[in-house]
């Protein structure tokens, strides 16, 4: 398949979803090239998790579409949908408490691992553990490898978390508020974290830290009361009359 910069990694259509009388997510519609670091705010109870739940298959939605990687992955279930590349970094409900570091990375890289195949089985053994080094580096996470998760600061549990996503070499990654909690040098390397993961993956995140968001974003969605009130670039959203006014008088 031939890539280039302006294709689309995700393109969601006229989502839809009401939970009784909560119409959680109104008509959004959402595009996401590759490459770029996405973002989306707005006010609690916007509609943004359960957004990203219909696009990763964790919610069905009463109506639209969801492509990803040009392939139609509406109403797809999440284990199946991981597997084609699309990878989400919630909370550290997925790492195991009791495992090192080390071993809850690995696990990850193993998983996706199945998607190469060797000969000898030593082979398969040596890449995951290559794959599971390489990630820890990268995250900053590399002297840590022999601690168990739980005795991990708040905010490398998050890194943790990361890492297990990072290591099923996700081709878009969501993150659901990856600084949520986070004290503010906490934040900063998670921002600069980030910032690095995108050189080689694309990222949808979101982040009730306007300032983060701000920095980071190459382009903004605003939910408000489950519609899109606004697109556009950070500049353009901070200067957005509308979207002030939001986040003004807004419940944040
Ligand atoms: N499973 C559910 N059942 C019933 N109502 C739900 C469910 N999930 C979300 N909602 C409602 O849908 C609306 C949007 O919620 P959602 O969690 O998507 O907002 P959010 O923008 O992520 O908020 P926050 O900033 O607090 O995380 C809210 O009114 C919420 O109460
Ligand atoms: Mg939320």
Do not use: C
């Not at 597997?83 to 495992?99: C, D, N, W």
């Not at 080689?200 to 969605?221: F, G, Q, S």
């Amino acid at each position: 398949m031939s890539r280039s910069a302006g294709d689309l990694v995700l393109e969601a259509q006229g989502l839809d979803r009401s939970f009784g009388g909560i119409h959680a997510v109104d008509d959004v519609s959402l595009e996401v090239p590759e490459g770029s670091l996405h973002a989306i705010i707005g006010p609690n109870g916007s509609g943004k998790t359960t957004l990203f739940n219909l696009i990763t298959g964790h919610t069905r939605p009463t109506s639209g579409r969801v492509r990803f990687a040009g392939e139609d992955i509406t109403g797809m279930p999440y284990s199946k949908v991981a597997r084609k590349g699309l990878a989400k970094s919630y909370q550290i409900t997925t790492v195991f408490p009791l495992l090192t570091v080390f071993e809850n990375v690995r696990i990850a890289a193993q998983a996706a691992g199945h998607a190469y195949v060797f000969w000898r089985p030593a082979d398969g053994i040596r890449a995951v553990t290559r794959r599971t080094e390489e990630v820890l580096e990268r995250i900053g996470l590399a002297a840590d490898r022999d601690v168990v998760a739980s005795n991990l600061s708040h905010g490398d549990q998050r890194r943790l978390d990361l890492a297990i996503a990072l290591a099923t070499s996700p081709r878009l990654l969501l993150l659901d508020e990856p600084t949520a909690g986070m004290s503010p040098p906490e934040t900063a390397a998670t921002v600069e974290l980030v910032q690095e993961l995108n050189r080689d993956v694309t990222i949808l995140m979101i982040e009730h830290k306007m300032d983060v968001i701000l920095t980071i974003a190459d382009r903004i969605t605003v939910l408000h009361q489950g519609r899109k009130l606004f697109e556009g670039t950070p500049d353009e959203v901070r200067d957005h009359p509308e979207v002030k006014e939001v986040y003004l008088t807004g419940s944040r």
